[in-house]
């Protein structure tokens, strides 16, 4: 059986103590092997980038262990977390998170100089990558002077110049229009399928979930699988179809939940539930 | 690392600049300062050192010129001169006290001469005669310049006036200009006739100042015998410890004046920057590495600051004795390499805090959009 890329058991984030402790992350498991892609969404506020930021060992749990590669980060202390962050882990931006005052191709090397052989050791790797990404042409050039999509092919090359096994990528098409954000979405696709990556997408993006092996999503702190069919009600108002994991317009009545297409549904559904249920 | 956090640096100009010229304004007036009380302290130990004698015989007890008084028979100049190591013995008659010229009043040092004699006198003269007679004096030609007394005006030394004569040249300093009358009148402002207050003696040939003196004490009781270069340094190390504490306040307070600006430029650089510190960090970037981009980017404010005061100092402290004549100025190299020392130590005290902002940074940071 393939080992797992990232392995994620019983994760908790509580932010604050006593009676302001708000469970972010709410003994979240998760388990990917090398070559999946895998999307996470969920609404606003749901702890997604909390999952993130402890998947990729930028945050401590409060509980659980992450395993990376088979090491467990949880347990790591901050002289050798870099190093797993620079070699195990790739990184990728809603905001791209380029350095401002470095040019397309040291912004790639950057994470380069913890691996073997330093930044010398990586130009040929840089050199593919630009190539394969079209970037070669803007090697000199300045973040403050590339497009959008530029700005993030340049992150996702420096995401893949030590080579690692897991990418995580916060919105990558969050800051781009419609047709870069696809063309962002068929590299990180290529880079899973191809290369054998495992990559962790969050995203609202919906064309994501027609290329993801698997769709999870985050809400409240828990983590469900949605890989099946939509979960779908009727608005008891208007009649329309509607997805339960995604709605965030639900009221409840006489012990029944109710989802809602629209403000407008819910408020006069509000006014007089019995109207609306028969009751 | 360092690739980013030079070019990080050098990005944000004006910050740059502005903190750089900040500390080269805080490095310039310690230089400054410095200049003025080294030059000033050199000015004093002018007119011993151009005098330049084998050797001074004083007064026992004294052991310097600079305010300072000593009195010595005339006799006792027989002796020394009858002495076979002796070449030649010159008399001088000396007191500091408030000169007045032209409403003008000012500390001064006078010298007597006997007369006609040149070896005791002034060594350059701007202009008018080097010797002064009976009821004239030779004074420095910035004392002119800052009185407006030119030759044929009268100045006043205690209750007796005098003509000048002459204008000398690099006998100023504003602590003691070298006023030069004859030894006659200036004993008979000190009611001091019948003795001297310095005899320069200078030794014959294969006799060194060392034996010079030695012979002296030997043979003449109750002086004090000093090389030129023992006086001069008496002198100048009495001047400089006038100066020096407040030379050594101004160096501490002009240093904490740049560690605070070094200090608030790195911290307005780590501030600014707090989100691409977390985006560093969230890429592998160490603890380590992070504090010393931080002393990195302070010392190369600190540095530059420095270099631009110290090619100020090179170049304008030594034009400004031109406009101001009064002020003797002195850049010391010694003093320059100093200051380096201290902008070193200025920059990693200023990146104390920024450091521990940079190690507290959290990487997660990197997420917010």
């Not at chain 2, 007036?29 to 004698?53: C, K, T, W």
Request: proline fraction near 4%.
């Amino acid at each position: 059986m393939t080992e797992p890329v990232l392995r994620a058991s019983h994760l908790t984030r509580i932010y604050g103590s006593g009676r302001t402790a708000v469970r972010a992350v709410d003994d979240v498991s998760l388990t990917i092997p090398p070559g999946e892609l895998v999307m996470i969404m969920g609404p606003s506020g749901s702890g997604k980038t909390t999952l993130l930021s402890m998947l990729g060992g930028l945050l401590r749990p409060t509980s659980g262990e992450v395993v990376i590669n088979g090491t467990v980060i949880t347990e790591l202390d901050e002289d050798r977390l870099p190093v797993v962050r620079a070699l195990e882990i790739g990184f990728i931006f809603q905001s791209f998170n380029l350095l401002d005052a470095l040019t397309v191709e040291e912004n790639i090397l950057f994470p380069a100089r913890l691996r073997k052989g330093g930044v010398s050791a990586a130009r040929p790797r840089a050199e593919e990558l630009m190539s394969r990404l079209g970037l070669t042409h803007r090697r000199r050039a300045l973040p403050r002077t590339l497009s959008g999509g530029e700005k993030q092919r340049v992150a996702i090359a420096r995401a893949l110049i030590n080579e690692p096994k897991l990418i995580l990528a916060d919105e990558p098409t969050g800051n781009l229009d419609s047709r870069t954000g696809q063309e962002v979405l068929m590299i990180l696709h290529d880079i899973a399928r191809d290369e054998g990556r495992a990559v962790v997408l969050v995203t609202h993006d919906p064309r994501v979930e027609d290329m993801a092996d698997r769709v999870l999503w985050l809400e409240d702190g828990h983590l469900r699988d949605r890989s099946e069919a939509h979960h779908w009600a009727r608005d008891p108002v208007c009649g329309m179809k509607v997805d339960e994991w995604t709605a965030t317009l639900i009221s409840e009545h006489e012990g029944q939940r109710y989802f809602f297409c629209s403000p407008r549904c819910k408020a006069r559904f509000d006014a007089a539930p019995d109207d609306w249920t028969g009751g | 690392m360092f690739l980013w956090a030079w070019k990080s640096l050098f990005s944000q100009r004006s910050t740059l600049v502005g903190s750089s010229l900040g500390i080269a304004g805080a490095f310039i007036l310690v230089l400054f300062f410095d200049a003025v009380f080294r030059g000033e302290s050199e000015q004093i130990v002018a007119y011993p050192a151009h005098m330049n004698p084998d050797v001074w015989v004083m007064q026992a007890g004294v052991g310097n010129m600079h305010m300072a008084s000593s009195y010595i028979w005339d006799w006792k100049m027989d002796v020394i001169a009858a002495m076979p190591e002796v070449e030649r013995v010159t008399p001088i008659l000396y007191f500091a006290n408030i000169i007045e010229a032209r409403g003008s009043k000012l500390f001064a040092f006078v010298v007597g001469l006997q007369s006609g004699e040149h070896r005791a006198g002034p060594w350059e003269m701007s202009a008018g005669r080097r010797i002064a007679g009976k009821g004239e004096a030779v004074i420095p030609a910035v004392l002119s310049r800052i009185t407006g007394i030119g030759i044929g005006d009268t100045m006043r030394i205690t209750d007796h006036d005098f003509r000048v004569v002459g204008l000398s040249r690099g006998t100023y300093s504003s602590a003691n200009p070298v006023i030069f009358v004859t030894l006659d009148d200036l004993a008979d402002i000190l009611s001091a006739e019948g003795t001297y207050s310095y005899l320069l003696v200078d030794a014959k040939e294969g006799v060194s100042p060392k034996q010079l003196a030695e012979g002296i004490r030997r043979t003449v009781e109750k002086v004090n015998v000093l090389t030129t270069a023992e006086l001069v340094a008496n002198d100048f190390g009495l001047a400089m410890q006038m100066g020096v504490e407040i030379i050594f306040m101004m160096t501490m307070i002009c240093s904490a004046l740049a560690a605070l600006i070094v200090g608030f430029s790195a911290y307005s650089l780590v501030a600014r920057k707090q989100r691409e510190l977390a985006i560093v960090k969230a890429l592998g970037g160490r603890r380590g590495a992070l504090v010393g981009s931080v002393v990195l980017q302070a010392v190369i404010v600190a540095l530059l600051g420095y270099l631009l005061a110290v090619v100020f100092a090179l170049l304008v402290i030594p034009q400004v004795p031109l406009l101001v004549p009064q002020l003797s100025l002195v850049v010391s190299i010694g003093d320059i390499l100093q200051m380096g020392l201290v902008a070193l130590l200025v920059a990693v005290i200023g990146a104390v805090i920024p450091a521990s902002l940079v190690l507290r940074l959290d990487p997660a940071l990197a997420y917010q959009v």
